[in-house]
């Protein structure tokens, strides 16, 4: 009886094992090894005569220790004693080269190859198999992403992005003014997150979703939705607080102003698209220089220029449009004048304590603390107010020497000059004149020295409990006064030039634009910050009601009045690459390329440093079609010359 209830006792835990440990049994029986992990479903190809069957683990697949599986059958027959060759590789993207990289590989039998290989980083790979068996060769190309699961027949895709799709737009000038706007904010929040830094993109994204919603109240009923959608994910931009949730944000904003720069060609001038294998969303930059705002510094240099690089690489060639085709293009003409410019700068500011008017409250004797008044940072205090009592022996024999010294300066009138010194030495040890009087009033030493506020403010520091034994220059307390306060403001390299120390400045809050204090322009800080390439101003606000506290983030705008200077609308200018080019109304028809410097912008003009005279018209619409027509003449020219050699 026992040994048939032993015998049903094992058969059910065998049967449990199996179970459980099916998969590991098959995969040991099989030669596919667990400790590679989680393998993933296995795809079918072809390489010329040979039928592939791989599949890859971990799944989904890492940047090391990754093993593919392949079993090759030609003829519906096992193929063995092959030649297998297994490689994987990425194209070149902007600055950042071709890699590539081999497997180790090694035949299992029947048909069965492994190849074990680590990637250089995360991203998508493709992969070629290459095999040779009885003077028959082929090559099998598949692909995957380290992070996502399978594999996928076929070569590396380029990635596909999503794109909201616009009907061509005519927005009118409110909304294209609204919508520059809201470009510069966003071109100022990608290059914060090219740099992996979070700071500051709050104010953008901000700025990004009012632009956005005041270019579709401009639109009115015209307005696609997309609009309302772009300005939300503005808005989480603004609210994120980790670069992940930020780049995703900024990424969904990105599709819809690729759409909307794409669908009106007036926004096209000084912008490119970008594209980067290893981010799943195209980007806009002003700068041809790849400066990717999804990889940051880790890739900076992923991404390749789209359809939006400028069609004018050079000035080009004159054009010569009749009065016809001109009105059939919209080309409109702008006089360059002589106007005042006023610059806006704006800037993300931080708020932090008057330096001035900090003070730390230390002692001069050893001691300890006998009671604590003050026991708590965040308290208000007042000048004079106590802080602490303090039993100090030192002090307590100096106050001691102070009053033998008074009674027998009574006594002997000479020997005042000792009532004289004691006093002087418990002053420099820290006691007031009150204290003074009082102890001579008393005519015995005081015990507990009171320990008093010299200034009024808060507590922001507290380093002192009751019962604790003081040295001489230990700090207690840091008392700040904040009744005034600092903002110090990150100023761009390019707009350090036009501030000045005393130039006014405004100051809000991100969550109170309502309100607007005025302060001015206290220092400029003599030293840039190496990473943002920013420099910092030092602007003094009064802060009576203790609205503003330290360590909260302020917009900042300084207004720049930079006098009289030769300006033409924005919309002039073609970016091409490091080149300005306005194209000039030369008179019959006649429209020649002209390569500018600019100087400073100001809403929708900009200062022309050289290039242009004033009372020459320049054209401010249609301009892109006249910058192509005019490189394919140049084109056609410079072949021509060739040719003719």
């Known amino acids: 009886m026992k040994r048939r209830i032993w015998a049903i006792a094992v058969g059910t835990v065998i049967a449990v094992l199996l179970l459980v440990l099916h998969r590991p049994l098959i995969a040991w029986f099989t030669g596919e090894q667990t400790s590679t992990g989680v393998r993933s479903a296995a795809i079918t190809t072809t390489a010329g005569p040979f039928s592939v069957e791989a599949s890859i683990a971990p799944d989904p697949p890492r940047d090391k220790a990754n093993t593919i599986f ?35 590989v090694r035949e299992e039998g029947d ?12 991203g998508s790979w493709g992969l070629a198999i290459d095999i ?4 028959r060769q082929g090559t099998a190309r598949l692909s995957f992403t380290v992070g996502r699961r399978g594999l996928t027949a076929g070569p590396q895709a380029a990635p596909t992005i999503a794109v909201p799709q616009l009907s061509k737009l005519e927005l009118p000038p409110p909304a294209l003014t609204a919508m520059q706007r809201a470009l510069d904010a966003y071109d100022r929040a990608r290059d914060l997150l090219a740099k992996d830094r979070i700071e500051g993109v709050a104010t953008y994204g901000h700025e990004l979703a009012e632009t956005l919603r005041a270019a579709a109240a401009a639109l009115g009923d015209r307005a696609p939705p997309e609009f309302e959608h772009a300005a939300h994910n503005a808005e989480r931009l603004a609210s994120a607080t980790t670069l992940d949730d930020a780049r995703k944000s900024f990424g969904e904003v990105s599709r819809f102003l690729i759409a909307v720069v794409t669908a009106d060609s007036r926004l096209q001038t000084g912008w490119y698209r970008f594209d980067c294998s290893m981010a799943q969303d195209s980007w806009l930059q002003r700068s041809i220089a790849v400066e990717n705002p999804y990889m940051g510094t880790k890739m900076l240099a992923c991404g390749t220029p789209g359809p939006l690089e400028q069609a004018a690489a050079s000035a080009g060639a004159a054009v010569h449009i009749d009065d016809a085709r001109r009105s059939v293009l919209g080309i409109k003409t702008a006089k360059v004048e002589t106007k005042p410019i006023k610059l806006s700068i704006r800037a993300v500011g931080r708020l932090t304590y008057d330096e001035t008017r900090l003070q ?13 008044d003050v026991n708590a940072t965040g308290q208000a205090v007042a000048r004079g107010q106590r802080l602490l009592t303090l039993y100090s022996p030192e002090l307590f024999a100096a106050e001691q020497e102070y009053l033998l010294a008074l009674r027998e300066a009574q006594t002997m009138p000479e020997h005042a000059s000792l009532a004289t010194a004691s006093a002087k030495k418990l002053r420099l040890l820290g006691l007031t004149e009150a204290q003074l009087d009082d102890i001579k ?31 001489p220059g230990q700090r207690l307390y840091r008392i700040a006064a904040l009744d005034q306060i600092w903002v110090e403001a990150a100023i761009y390299e390019s707009d350090l030039p036009y501030v000045k120390k005393g130039q006014a400045a405004r100051v809000t809050l991100p969550y109170a634009k309502d309100r607007e204090v005025s302060g001015k322009v206290a220092v400029v800080y003599p030293y840039l910050d190496p990473a943002s390439r920013t420099g910092k101003v030092r602007i003094e606000l009064p802060n009576k009601d203790l609205a503003f506290k330290p360590d909260m983030y302020a917009d900042v705008a300084i207004d720049v009045e930079i006098g009289p200077r030769l300006a033409v609308p924005v919309s002039a200018v073609v970016y091409t690459g490091p080149r300005r080019i306005v194209f000039v109304d030369a008179g019959g028809g006649q429209f020649q390329p002209a390569e500018v410097k600019l100087g400073a912008r100001a809403g929708d003009v900009i200062e022309i440093a050289s290039g242009l005279r004033a009372g020459q018209s320049v054209v401010t619409e249609g301009n892109f079609l006249i910058a192509a027509e005019s490189r394919l003449r140049s084109s056609a020219s410079a072949e021509g010359d060739h040719a003719g050699h």
């Open 70 to 104: 392949v079993r090759l059958t030609a003829d519906g027959k096992p193929v063995t004693g092959a030649t297998v060759k297994i490689t994987y590789d990425m194209p070149a993207m902007g600055a950042m080269p071709e890699m590539k990289g081999g497997a180790d």
């Open 111 to 122: 048909g069965r190859y492994r190849g074990h290989f680590d990637v250089p980083m995360g």
């Open 132 to 135: 040779a068996s009885g003077g």
């Open 360 to 372: 730390d409250i230390t002692l001069k004797v050893k001691g300890w603390v006998a009671r604590l």
């Open 441 to 471: 009033r008393r005519g015995s030493p005081i015990e507990e020295i009171p320990i008093v506020s010299p200034a009024s403010g808060y507590v922001i520091a507290k380093d002192v409990v009751a019962g604790a034994a003081v040295e």
